[in-house]
Structures are given as C-alpha cells and as structure tokens.
C-alpha cells in the first residue's frame, strides 16, 4: 500500500498538472468509491471546479478546490493516479477531465480506494483528525510529543508507529527502516521506551521517509507514478523485505518476524530484542539485559523466548 513517501511522490508529480486547472469533466464509474455518499452527487460539486492546491496529509490527498470545497482521497491498497494513461487502464474508477485537455483515470483493481467531498475547511480538519494523528515532517513531530502519546502503552513500538490515529503515514515499509535506523526492536513495549530513544525513533522516522521521497517512493506492489512509472525506493531499503542478508550496519544477519501481523525485518544485533523476565517487576528485568548487551554483546536470544514474543505480539 503507498506509505507517505509514495502518496507525496504522486502530489509532487500531479501539482505542474492539476493546480489552477478547472475539472471540466467528472465521472465516477464506482459507487464504492464515494460511499456513503452518491457518485453524481460528488460528480456535480467536481464539475466546474478549480484545483486550487493540492496538499497531503498523512497518506490522503487533499484536493483544496473552489467554493471552499475539498475533496480527500486515498488510493489504499492497489489505487494510482494515472494522467492520460495509454491505453486506458482496466479497473478505471474514476476520471477527471482538465480544462487543459489532460485526462486523470483513478485505477483501482482492488476497489479499497476512498474519495470523500466536504464544504469548508472545518469539516476537512474533522475528518482528517478523526482519522490520522501527528504529521511527521512536521514540528509538531518531536519526542516530547510522542513520550506523551506512548506512556501507559505496552504494544510493540511497531505496532504504535503503524497505528495511523497516532502517526499519520508511516506503514509497514518505513516502519521497519525507521526502527533500524534507530536501533530499536520493534517488540520493545512502547510505553518502555525513553526519552532519548523516542528522540531517535523520530530522527528515523524522518529520515527514512525523506530517503523514499527521494527516491519517488517504494514500488514492491502496485504502487505507480502518475506516468505508470514504479518507484526505486525497493532498491534502497536497510532492512526491509532483507531476511537473509548482512545488516549494512554491524554485518549481523537480518531476520525476519511477525510484529502487530505484519512481516518485520531486523537486525537482532544492533535492534536488541526485550527479553521477558518471569517477575512481576518486568521493567526492571527489561532494562538490565539490555545494559549489560552494551558491555559485552550477546547471541540473540534461544528460540523459546522468541515464539513467545512472537504470539504475544500477533494477538
Ligand atoms: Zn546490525
């Protein structure tokens, strides 16, 4: 699904062509796509209609246009926005015409794709904010923000960073950079992480994002740009989708987990696995093994323990 860097790579792409441009045609092929509401109530507000900026939040679009009107879409699991696609592609969902004569085909096989239209800008804030949380990029962003958020949480660190009501954007891809770059395990409960670890945790997070909108974002599935052409981020990765494979940091093998059901990759060396200890006082027994692995390094963990991690963190 495209993550944050991919949903930027495709406005980035779209902005030369879409912003100042009216929509001199709208048709909506789905009804999926505008539910609850109806296709030619959304087609009649999009008619006539001037893009004037296109913004993101989170992985949604935000089409701001004339009449204080905003329409908010995400393409979800296999959606691309394609600009004059030749030949026309199979699961059209949606197209725009361009008083510029270009034309937008929304492609969707899968149909998870969303468009939702609301007045003013109130009524897009409600929706955003009931939805995604904390914009990363953003100065809003920091540890002092996320201390906050993960005080009390004893989930994986992976599954709070995936959890889009808290950060808004950051999937399974950049998640698992993210966590290497901050040499965090993603099993680590997230209330148990400190200040200064959250510090890194944000610095990774930011950095790996940037690094994929550098590179236009992550193609391993269907993510397209707005030309069909795929991203060159799934040849950069540290970590991810590397089982098997040296960590570029330590040489250390990477493996693979299962973390908040979703296939993690890390590197047990340089991210050390919390090791549970039969106590009631847990937290303790978390923090010791761990200062103790700074002075002399350890093999990871005997097998028992991970499959332990590994139900608990599935359920
Ligand atoms: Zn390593």
């Known amino acids: 699904m495209p993550e944050l860097p991919e949903v930027e790579t495709i406005r980035r792409q779209l902005v030369p062509h879409v912003e100042g441009r009216t929509i001199t045609g709208a048709e909506v092929l789905d ?3 505008t ?14 209609a001037v893009v004037e ?34 030949p026309q592609p199979a699961h059209a969902r949606v197209r725009l015409q361009l008083d510029s004569g270009h034309l937008l085909v929304l492609d969707d096989p899968r149909r998870f794709g969303t468009g939702h239209l609301v007045h003013g800008a109130t009524a897009r804030d409600a929706y955003l904010h009931s939805r995604i949380g904390v914009e990363p990029l953003t100065p809003e962003f920091n ?14 660190i992976k599954a709070f960073v995936l959890d889009q009501r808290r950060i808004a954007g950051v999937g399974n891809i950049y998640a698992d ?14 209330g148990r992480l400190k200040r200064v670890e959250l510090e890194r945790l944000r610095e990774g997070i930011e950095a790996a994002l940037q690094a994929g909108i550098d590179a236009k974002g992550a193609s391993i599935d269907d ?8 991203g060159a981020f799934q040849d950069r990765f540290l970590i991810h989708r590397r089982a098997g494979e040296p960590c570029p940091r330590c040489g250390g ?19 050390r696995r919390p090791r549970r200890v039969a106590s009631p006082t847990g937290g303790a027994g978390e923090r010791a093994p761990a200062r103790a692995g700074l002075l002399a390094p350890t093999p990871p963990p005997a097998r028992p323990a991970g499959r332990r991690d590994r139900r608990r963190a599935t359920r």
């Open 31 to 33: 009804p999926r796509w």
């Open 35 to 48: 539910m609850p509401e109806a296709p030619h109530t959304v087609e009649r507000e999009l008619r006539g």
């Open 53 to 86: 900026r296109l913004h993101r939040s989170g992985k949604y679009l935000v089409w701001e246009l004339s009449g204080d009107r905003h329409l908010l879409t995400h393409l979800r699991m296999t959606g691309a926005l394609l600009f004059d696609p030749d």
């Open 143 to 156: 540890a002092a923000h996320l201390f906050r958020l993960t005080r009390g949480r004893r989930a994986p």
């Open 177 to 190: 950079e993210a966590l290497f770059r901050a040499r965090i395990h993603p099993l680590r409960p997230a």
């Open 223 to 230: 993510f397209r740009h707005i030309d069909g052409a795929r």
């Open 253 to 271: 093998q990477v493996i693979r987990l299962v973390v908040a059901g979703r296939g993690t990759y890390v590197c047990e060396r340089c991210q």
